[in-house]
């Protein structure tokens, strides 16, 4: 049974830094691509961060770059997004995903295999 499990949102104020993470189980971790999607009050799924399966290949969308970092350990089976400088926009239901690609990294949500329940983050202003 594949499971992602998130973990480390929470109620932050402007300004602050969280730090999730996503355990994996039930699929070969090193083989996949992983990804962090979000969901705000009122709006759709968006795509926020993804790494490669070798951690050397990243991407995010605009609103985000350079305040936030994912990364992951394979050795552990765990993803992070590193978030820094959280805005109330940030605010959002967060999935962790993985998606089986022959290589890099994709924005694009129907190309992944595997979501997790997702884990709330609020920030307030």
């Known amino acids: 049974q594949v499971q992602l499990v998130e973990s480390g949102g929470g109620l932050v104020q402007a300004g602050d830094s969280l730090r999730l993470s996503c355990v994996v189980s039930g699929i070969t971790f090193r083989d996949y691509s992983m990804g962090w999607f979000r969901q705000g009050p009122g709006k759709e799924r968006e795509f926020v961060a993804a790494?490669?399966?070798?951690?050397?290949?990243?991407r995010y969308r605009d609103s985000v770059e350079g305040r936030f970092t994912v990364s992951r350990e394979n050795w552990k089976n765990e993803v992070y997004l590193q978030m820094s400088n959280l805005e109330p926009e940030d605010t959002a239901v967060y999935y962790c995903?993985?998606?089986?690609?022959?290589?890099?990294?994709?924005?694009?949500?129907?190309?992944?295999?595997?979501w997790g329940q997702g884990t709330q983050v609020t920030v307030s202003g």
């Open positions: 790494v490669d399966y070798s951690n050397t290949m990243t």
């Open positions: 995903a993985a998606a089986n690609l022959a290589a890099g990294t994709t924005a694009q949500d129907w190309k992944y295999d595997y």
